[in-house]
């Protein structure tokens, strides 16, 4: 199973990062759990200096940004083989 942590203390971009990864995992059936991570210490460890944070399986995916849904689906796929 693939580990999706979702980085942020709660801004909009946060959420929202968290909504379409929660829908693209169910909409295309992916073997995926979604943590959001909101505590700043913990969000520190990956060494991000903006959120939303993207990580998958302890990889760091991507910073500051919403990806496109096709890239998102692309690095939880290359997650699920690792």
């Known amino acids: ?33 979604i943590i959001k991570v909101e505590d700043i210490m913990e969000i520190m460890k990956y060494g991000i200096l903006s959120t939303p944070g993207l990580v998958i399986n302890e990889k760091v995916k991507s910073v500051g940004i919403i990806p496109k849904d096709e890239q998102i689906i692309t690095w939880i796929k290359e997650g699920m083989t690792e």
Request: aromatic letters at 0%.
């Open 1 to 33: 199973m693939t580990t999706i942590k979702i980085l942020g203390s709660g801004c909009s971009k946060c959420k929202a990062l968290n909504v379409k990864v929660s829908e693209l995992v169910a909409k295309h059936q992916l073997d995926a759990v």
